[in-house]
């Protein structure tokens, strides 16, 4: 069964630095550094029914297995990953979430 990693990223200070980096470093630091990946989304946040949003963007990185979600989190590569996501993120701290849909 898949597993997700939701990664919600706070508004930044510089909204167009903050997507430069998103493309230009993070999307392919992730491709080349987490294993066991079978689909990346990412979500421009555009609002809430009550108005604004308290992300900019939320990227969902699905994996093959729970485990695979596990191994790639220990390794190497993926505390790189996490570290870069959290440097990048001038808004605040991102919030990690993982999920696994119901059978």
Known sequence: MTASLFVMY????DPARFDRQYAEEHLPLAAKSLGGVTRVVTHPV??????????????EVVFESMAALEK????????????????????????????????
Do not use: C
């Open 10 to 13: 706070p508004h930044p200070s």
């Open 46 to 59: 555009l609002g809430t029914p009550e108005g604004k949003a308290p992300y900019h963007r939320i990227t």
């Open 72 to 103: 790639t989190a220990a390794s190497e590569g993926g505390a790189k990953t996490f570290a870069h996501a959290r440097s990048m993120s001038t808004g605040g701290a991102p919030l990690f979430v993982i999920t696994q849909p119901l059978a």
